[in-house]
């Protein structure tokens, strides 16, 4: 089984890259941002469950000024541990 990684801003200059570079190595990617489907908007925390459901891993681009990434971190369903830029569920 094939982990699922989460890019937030994977829209944006690194995000976008992540992702490509991911996905060139055969990593299932779900790369979002408030454009995409699911949505994911830093400032609209309804919006965050959809976009963390079922991601094994995570690449975090966080908002430029933004405090909600801290509260992202905190997120139950998250698989964020340790503020880390990059994790896993559980690492």
Not at 39 to 58: K, M, P, T, V
Not at 62 to 88: K, L, N, Y
Request: proline share 4%; hydrophobic share 40%.
């Amino acid at each position: 089984m094939s982990e699922l990684v989460l890019i937030t801003g994977g829209t944006g200059k690194t995000g976008r890259r992540v992702a490509e570079q991911l996905s060139a190595g055969g990593v299932a990617v779900r790369a979002v941002s408030r454009s995409t489907n699911p949505a994911f908007d830093w400032s609209d925390e309804s919006s965050w469950h959809a976009a963390l459901n079922g991601a094994d891993a995570l690449y975090l681009a966080p908002a430029e000024g933004s405090m909600a990434t801290a509260a992202f971190a905190e997120e139950p369903q998250g698989p964020v541990s340790g503020g880390s830029c990059c994790c896993r569920r559980g690492a």
